[in-house]
């Protein structure tokens, strides 16, 4: 039987290109849902970013993608892409651009609705993509799904009174609801009665599992590759934004190093903080320890992940309230068979077990922290075998074949 279905996925973050800086676990959800069902279509509409060198429609092999102007002058247009919150943060002007970027999607939305006629408008993060889903859907009647991330619900408490109720009423009219973490879901379900507030699944995003024994060989010839011989690696990968709690990993290996002997900290990421990070390396003393690898993608991502001894995840809540789901990058992390050391704050506390298949720590806690990087980089060879057994079989739980499965019920519910 032929599957008509056809999503419309509308999300602020998603990549251009395979070198583009930006996340790309929307694209890799949709890739997923692809190969699930080949036969759905699935239609990406996101916005432009001059950073991410967009174009206005991209045909690819499992999915359309269509980007829309949203501000004038188009330097504005920095919203999306790296996340809207720390954009905000770092530029104070762009709050003019908000309202504009509503109503360019609201137009967008409509307008490619009803000339592509999905059976489903699917929208990652609630502002504003499940919000302008919701009105697109009352003007069209396609039914619209929503996933949240992380605080991209929690920004309307800030608004008494109409704040809640424009997520009450959203929320209401949904035809599913899903969150990537109980801390996300949580932030939800705060503004929700039931029977809607039981709605909300909570379903991660996904990744891809690699072979151990292809781990192992790239690991041989990646260590004298990237010159680290035979010392200690941390691997941090990710945004470099307040969120993450990078400065608390520095202090943490700043206080503990001397008992880790030759070690290295690879901070493998972009982002607004990236000089600030630099001068406390610098202030702290670690120039001889940390390489900032920059963005990496693809095979250089392969391989940092393969050198690696331990896998740091020190997010915290950021200041603006900002704060993680679950990040793909402890997901990864996981695959790879590493000690992956985490904070509470950073979600891993929904899927990692305290020295069974990981380290969970408390935020913003140096000390905390460097007792669990000492914890994890002082394993014995039995421990350690086990610990990367145990993280290789939690992260297959996490394949993308099977989170597009659970996404496939909860949002098409087939």
């Not at 592509?116 to 009352?138: C, D, E, M, N, R």
């Not at 949240?148 to 599913?176: C, N």
Request: charged share 20%; proline share 6%; hydrophobic share 45%.
């Amino acid at each position: 039987m032929t599957d008509a279905r056809h999503v419309l996925v509308l999300a602020s973050t998603f990549p251009a290109s395979e070198s583009d800086p930006v996340p790309a676990f929307v694209r890799d959800q949709v890739i997923a849902m692809k190969a699930l069902h080949p036969d759905t279509h699935f239609t990406v509409l996101a916005p432009h970013d001059e950073r991410s060198g967009t174009r206005d429609h991209v045909v690819h092999d499992d999915y359309d993608e269509h980007r829309f102007h949203y501000a004038w002058p188009r330097s504005l247009e920095q919203l999306t892409g790296r996340g809207i919150m720390p954009a905000l943060k770092a530029n104070k002007l762009l709050y003019a651009a908000i309202p504009m970027l509503f109503l360019g999607e609201y137009r967008a939305t409509l307008r490619l609705a009803r000339r592509v006629k999905p059976t489903l408008l699917y929208a990652h993060w609630f502002t504003p993509q499940a919000i302008v889903a919701g009105w697109v859907s009352k003007r069209t009647g396609i039914p619209f799904a929503f996933t949240t991330h992380a605080s991209d619900v929690e920004v309307w408490r800030r608004i008494p009174v109409i704040g809640p109720r424009l997520v009450r009423s959203t929320a209401r009219t949904a035809s599913a609801m899903t969150a990537v973490s109980s801390r996300s879901a949580a932030k939800l379900t705060r503004f929700l009665d039931e029977p809607d507030a039981s709605r909300v699944e909570i379903i991660p995003m996904g990744v891809e599992i690699p072979a151990a024994t292809d781990v192992a060989a790239l690991r041989s010839s990646s260590r004298a590759e990237l010159g680290l011989g035979d010392s200690l690696v941390f691997l941090f990968m990710g945004r470099l934004v307040e969120k993450k709690g990078v400065p608390y990993l520095l202090e943490a290996l700043a206080s503990r190093g001397a008992e880790l002997g030759d070690w290295r900290l690879v901070i493998a990421g972009d982002g607004p903080i990236a000089d600030e990070l630099a001068a406390k390396v610098t202030e702290l003393g670690l120039d001889a320890h940390v390489h900032f690898a920059g963005y990496v993608t693809g095979d250089d991502k392969e391989r940092y992940l393969s050198v690696a001894d331990v896998f740091v995840v020190p997010s915290i809540i950021a200041s603006d309230g900002d704060a993680e789901g679950l990040p793909v990058s402890l997901l990864e992390g996981l695959s790879y068979g590493l000690p992956c050391v985490a904070t509470f704050e950073s979600g891993a506390d929904d899927i990692v077990t305290d020295g069974v298949d990981g380290f969970l720590c408390p935020q913003a806690d140096a000390p905390a922290l460097g007792d669990a990087l000492v914890r994890a980089a002082q394993l014995d060879t039995d421990a350690h075998a086990l610990l990367a057994s145990n993280a290789r079989a939690l992260s297959t739980t996490y394949s993308w074949p099977a989170v597009a499965a659970r996404h496939d019920i909860a949002l098409l519910g087939r």
